[in-house]
């Protein structure tokens, strides 16, 4: 030994089983962060390529640019692609209806168009289609063929198919095909039409700042800009409400990884060396400073640290691994540029700071305590503990037997272990419950294929006959065929409950005596069968989906999100219990609120004021008996194909098909992608949490080696003293968990209450979760208990006696 | 009356190179109310000796009996029991739990035990043992030859036949030594116990009734007042 720090690994190595306690607990810490951050990390970066993916690879739109403005924004240095893009709307392409656009060819790839067969449309009067709209029945055309468009208000013109593009699966599921040309075709079909600029920044560009730039010199008013709020929103650089939402949620939780890391260290370190001031007052005795016992400390989180980050970063990267190697395997196309090892620099040097910087805050603490102690300490015996002076107990005997009353006492007499044990519980549980937050809004947040979602929807203006439902219900590959009727209806109501956004978009609204507004626009009233109603449930707010109650009592759904133009917007603020008042061919009939649902699974193409569902049964005393104008049809696994050829032949040219398939896939992805992340997290959390009360748990009780050695002298039976270790364990494990509930639900309510209101997620007390936490944490803590006291055990009280 | 004997006790550590024969072929016999004294040079054996006879150890050869009945033959819960009821532990580091004050150290075998403490017998003995006064104060607020003073007590709390005590004046001053000596001798008399006790104070053994002498792992008598 040439220097007393010498000493430290010495005492490391001999012993063993404390000293790997303690790297474990670093361990852990560190692979939470780790895993976190990188997870986040590589979360982006899976969802950039999934918002790509749905919604196109630009950050700007700027509406109706003028040349001058494209010329000026072009020779930008910041810009890295720009293009036309003009939106000619409906039109009919050989009778069929279809929606027109026009793109410059460099933008295709950035809006996820690519050329299957053929070329892109360049000359005049070239186009291009998709190619599920190539080979369907009501169009079937081939390359080289000439289609004729017509647009409203303008003469058809012959075009040349020069081109086949992928499907797109919204377009695909409205029946409606896409058809591209040259900008100079949509110049000739449509002179003036409206042209938007899209623009895609370089990378590491500040785009709200380039916008502001662009908007400034260019004097562009701020409704003709349009942004891709989401993928601003996964680069970080939104200020669009509902992002920042989710950062700060984001940035709350993140937080409490940090000080669960933080906690959890310092727990251990504190055990550690509250279990050694004999040895560190026998140090004092033989000469040494203070300040030479905090640097013993010190170095020795120090050397456990070395030890415990690799160990620590390693399992947090193969965690990350895991989830991309999952998300890889679901979606090898989609994510084929995405390593499937990726090392995410800022989750690992997160875990690394983290790691040192707890444990040197975690073992300056217990440093500076080692070095208060006395070298008296060392010699007497006991007085190894501070214990508060407290009165003279005596209850907890009168209660439980003696094993059970000194376990509880144990706990409760160390404060600061109490508090210290019941905190590093706590902040898990806390941690679970705050990141369930993602999981209720990764539900509320993303439409996803719900049960009732149909793979092909029938739509017909003039109805479908009950004999053709039947038939299609007969099919072999149909698993499920369900009707739905609509019809548009006045609906009026009190006029406070319109939103200001919806009286922006329409204006002047002519209100009565009464407070009911005169109706400016019609409402869109959905039949629902007991099927339907029932699967309805996921996203009712509150109110009753119930039938016959709903029959009796005359009640109303009020769907609270509206889709206009394209964008979901909130038109009515309705309550329970208001009332709405439907005009009928036989007069206004007055119905209740009983129901308020987030959203449909459906959308209409025309504005409307708001959306009703109605049982069919007062749908057809409001409206009339009426054919169905949707059946939507689930179909079997097997043979799609084959079925869909069958469902084909069934109809004549009034029936629209529209092929949900592709779209349910692609949100499915998109849900996936998320989902894997958010549970990843939460399992993540949960794993780690477990075993850090195992090893918690652990330390603990090997701390107490020598204590139980005595206790065994004096006459404590093995039984005795598995009961008075796991009525300690429990007192901690009760009280971390009472405090994470009480602390993790508060957290939970206020997250969804404050930060995602927008997405209009409703708090309900997680009743589930908590049942889990506690059956979870006190079979987590029975079991963490047991190895420790069967070592304990196995050996010789004298031994154990005789350690000290 | 005989309450101990024991019978070619051997005792072995490690393996090998690394093998330390800590006693050899132990046997002799105690008969109850006899005060033991064990003495012996450093590393000959004597702890190794007493925590045998208090079950605190297995034994590598031998049989030990208490009471007549052979203690190495009951399972661990049954040893438990036996052991509370039937032996008391005095510790050199006095060993005390810190959490709990004097008297609730006291009574703690008996509370193990599920027994009511005899409370007139308790106030008996912290009366004797001159703790009366401090019955509600935890060990860290007490003198070393008190802090013996609780072990003691605790030892004898459930009236066991056989005390053993190991160095238990190690730590304290000739004064306090001798204190606590005499309240041993004293105590076992009245209550008619069985002391075995290993010292280095040559001054104890003319209060005892047997000397024992252990030298590398083997036991001999040196006599004592009692022959």
């Given at each position: ?609 708001s959306t009703f569902i109605i049982t069919e049964k007062l749908f057809t005393e409001l409206a009339g008996e009426s054919p169905y104008q949707i059946i939507d049809i689930q179909l079997k696994k097997r043979n799609q194909e084959q079925t ?112 995602l209101s927008s997405f209009r997620i409703v708090w309900r007390f997680p009743l589930a979760q908590i049942i889990l936490i506690w059956i979870l944490t006190l079979l987590v803590t029975a079991l963490s208990v047991i190895s420790p006291l ?15 | ?116 403490p005899d409370r007139q017998y308790i106030d008996e003995l912290l009366d004797l043992l001159g703790l009366s006064d401090r019955k509600h104060h935890l060990p860290n607020q007490l003198s070393g030859g008190q802090q013996q003073r609780v ?77």
């Amino acid at each position: 030994m040439r220097n007393y720090l010498a000493l430290v690994p010495k005492y490391l190595a001999a012993h063993k089983k404390r000293t790997d306690l303690a790297i474990i607990s670093v361990a852990l810490s560190v692979a939470l962060v780790t895993a976190i951050f990188s997870m986040l990390d590589v979360f982006l970066r899976f969802e950039k390529i999934q918002v790509i993916h749905d919604y196109g690879n630009y950050h700007l739109l700027i509406k109706d640019a003028s040349a001058q403005e494209m010329q000026a924004i072009a020779s930008r240095i910041d810009v890295e692609e720009a293009g036309r893009w003009i939106e000619l709307g409906q039109a009919s392409i050989n009778g069929v209806r279809c929606a027109v656009g026009a793109l410059d060819e460099n933008l295709a790839d950035n809006l996820n168009i690519k050329v299957i067969a053929g070329k892109y449309p360049a000359a005049k009067n070239e186009i291009m289609l998709e190619q599920w709209a190539v080979e369907s029945h009501r169009l079937n055309v081939k390359i080289n063929d000439t289609v004729r468009i017509s647009s409203p208000g303008h003469v058809g013109r012959e075009f040349k198919v020069s081109g086949i593009y992928n499907d797109l699966a919204n377009m695909k599921a409205k029946a409606v095909p896409g058809v591209l040309m040259s900008l100079d075709g949509a110049a000739a079909i449509k002179p003036g039409a409206e042209l938007s600029y899209i623009v895609l920044f370089k990378r590491g560009v500040k785009i709200l700042n380039a916008e502001k730039e662009i908007k400034d010199t260019l004097k562009i008013a701020d409704e003709r800009i349009q942004r891709n709020e989401r993928l601003l929103a996964v680069i970080g650089q939104s200020k669009h409400k509902a992002a920042v939402e989710i950062y700060t949620t984001g940035a709350i939780l993140f937080l409490i990884v940090l000080i669960a890391g933080v906690m959890m260290i310092y727990n251990t370190f504190n055990i550690s060396v509250m279990e050694r001031v004999r040895q560190f007052g026998l140090l004092r005795c033989i000469g040494a400073s203070r300040s030479q016992i905090r640097k013993l400390v010190e170095r020795e989180g120090l050397a456990i640290t070395l030890r415990a980050i690799p160990i620590g970063v390693i399992a947090g990267v193969i965690v990350t691994f895991i989830l991309s190697a999952i998300l890889k395997f679901y979606n090898s196309s989609l994510f084929a540029s995405m390593p499937l090892f990726v090392i995410s620099v800022s989750g690992i040097g997160a875990g690394i700071a983290t790691g040192f910087l707890t444990v040197s805050i975690a073992s300056f603490l217990p440093a500076r305590k080692a070095a208060m102690v006395s070298p008296i300490n060392a010699v007497t015996g006991s007085g190894d503990i501070k214990i508060s002076r407290s009165k003279k107990r005596g209850l907890l005997t009168k209660v439980f037997r003696v094993e059970i009353a000194m376990g509880i006492n144990n706990a409760v007499m160390k404060k600061k272990t109490l508090f210290l044990m019941s905190c590093s519980i706590a902040i898990s549980i806390i941690l679970f419950l705050g990141f369930q937050v993602f999981v209720d809004f990764m539900h509320a947040g993303m439409k996803t294929t719900k049960p009732y979602t149909p793979d092909i929807s029938l739509t017909s203006e003039q109805g479908i006959s009950e004999g053709l439902y039947k038939r299609l219900s007969d099919i072999d590959g149909v698993k499920k065929a369900y009707g739905r009727r609509f019809a548009y209806v006045e609906a009026a109501f009190d006029a406070a409950r319109l939103t200001e956004a919806y009286k922006k978009q329409v204006g002047n609204i002519e209100v009565k005596d009464n407070g009911i507004f005169v109706p400016p626009e019609n409402s869109w009233l959905i039949s629902y069968d007991r099927n339907q109603l029932n699967w309805a449930k996921r996203d009712l707010i509150d109110g009753t989906l119930d039938e016959d109650k709903l029959n009796a009592r005359n009640g109303i759904i009020a769907v609270m999100t509206n889709v206009r133009k394209g964008v979901t917007i909130n038109t009515v603020n309705l309550q329970l219990g208001d009332k709405v008042y439907i005009k009928t061919p036989a007069g206004t009939r007055e119905l209740t609120v009983m129901g308020r649902l987030r959203s449909v699974p459906f959308r209409d193409s025309k504005p409307n004021l708001s959306t009703f569902i109605i049982t069919e049964k007062l749908f057809t005393e409001l409206a009339g008996e009426s054919p169905y104008q949707i059946i939507d049809i689930q179909l079997k696994k097997r043979n799609q194909e084959q079925t869909v050829k069958e469902i084909k032949g069934m109809l004549d040219s009034s029936i629209t098909l529209h092929d949900a398939r592709q779209k349910n896939a692609e949100l499915d992805q998109a849900f996936l992608t998320m989902a894997v992340f958010v549970y990843g997290f939460v399992a993540v959390i949960a794993l780690i949490s477990i075993l850090n009360i195992i090893n918690t748990m652990n330390t603990s009780v090997a701390s107490k080696t020598r204590y139980l050695g005595v206790m065994r002298a004096v006459g404590m039976s093995g039984a005795q003293m598995d009961k008075m270790v796991l009525a300690e364990a429990a007192t901690y494990s009760l009280t971390g968990c009472l405090a994470g509930c009480v602390l993790g639900v508060m957290l939970q309510r206020a997250l969804i209450a404050d930060l995602l209101s927008s997405f209009r997620i409703v708090w309900r007390f997680p009743l589930a979760q908590i049942i889990l936490i506690w059956i979870l944490t006190l079979l987590v803590t029975a079991l963490s208990v047991i190895s420790p006291l069967k070592r304990i055990k196995a050996k010789g009280i004298s031994e154990v006696i005789g350690s000290l | 009356m005989e309450i101990l004997r024991v019978e070619s006790l051997s005792k072995t550590y490690g393996e090998g190179e690394t093998r330390v024969v800590a006693l050899r072929d132990v046997s002799f016999s105690i008969s109850k109310g006899e005060f033991v004294l064990v003495v012996g040079p450093s590393g000959s054996g004597k702890t190794t000796l007493l925590n045998l006879i208090g079950a605190l150890d297995t034994p590598t050869f031998g049989r030990v009996f208490i009471d007549g009945r052979d203690i190495f033959t009951m399972k661990e819960e049954e040893l438990s029991v036996f052991r509370r009821r039937n032996i008391g532990f005095v510790f050199q580091a006095y060993n005390l739990v810190p959490e709990l004050n004097v008297e609730e150290n006291i009574v703690l075998p008996l509370l193990l035990d599920y027994k009511k403490p005899d409370r007139q017998y308790i106030d008996e003995l912290l009366d004797l043992l001159g703790l009366s006064d401090r019955k509600h104060h935890l060990p860290n607020q007490l003198s070393g030859g008190q802090q013996q003073r609780v072990a003691i007590g605790r030892a004898l709390a459930s009236r066991p036949a056989i005390i053993l005590a190991d160095e238990p004046t190690g730590n304290l001053d000739s004064k306090n030594s001798r204190e606590i000596v005499n309240l041993m001798k004293l105590s076992v008399e009245k209550y008619k116990q069985t002391l075995i006790m290993i010292t280095h104070n040559p001054n104890f053994a003319a209060l005892a009734d047997r000397i024992f002498n252990v030298e590398d792992g083997i036991v001999t008598e040196l006599g004592g007042k009692g022959k």
